[in-house]
Nanobody
Framework: VYLRESGGGLVQAGGSLRLSCAAS????????MGWFRQAPGKEREFVAGISRSGDTTEYPDTVKGRFTISRDNTKNTVYLQMNSLKPEDTAVYYC??????????????????WGQGTQVTVSS
């Protein structure tokens, strides 16, 4: 599956951004989807996951209550709504697809396909 992120940019602390990830090439609803981020000098980290149907989501404590993942299987797109952004949210954000049929996974190496990433910069 081919993934392409969009929606990144520069925003002030406290602001919001909505990222989109459009998928093509395979049946989108066959994949659980995740959003990850990677800041300079840091490891890639999980920020949100959503099941194939969209009825199950998962977030780490660092973004819980501020970020919301959703998907539209009719549009082959997954979204990440980010509110109350902080400077520490600055990173390249990636979407990823997971073929695994089971609980949502949070380890980057578990995912099968990746987008090219979109930069999010939060100024203080």
């Amino acid at each position: 599956v081919y993934l392409r992120e969009s929606g990144g940019g520069l925003v002030q602390a406290g602001g919001s951004l909505r990222l989109s990830c459009a998928a093509s090439g395979r049946t989108f609803s066959d994949y659980a989807m995740g959003w990850f981020r990677q800041a300079p000098g840091k490891e890639r980290e999980f920020v949100a996951g959503i099941s194939r149907s969209g009825d199950t989501t998962e977030y780490p404590d660092t973004v819980k209550g501020r970020f919301t993942i959703s998907r539209d299987n009719t549009k082959n797109t997954v979204y990440l709504q980010m509110n109350s952004l902080k400077p520490e949210d600055t990173a390249v954000y990636y979407c990823a697809a997971d073929r695994f049929y089971g609980p949502l996974r949070t380890i980057p190496g578990s995912y099968d396909y990746w987008g090219q990433g979109t930069q999010v910069t939060v100024s203080s």
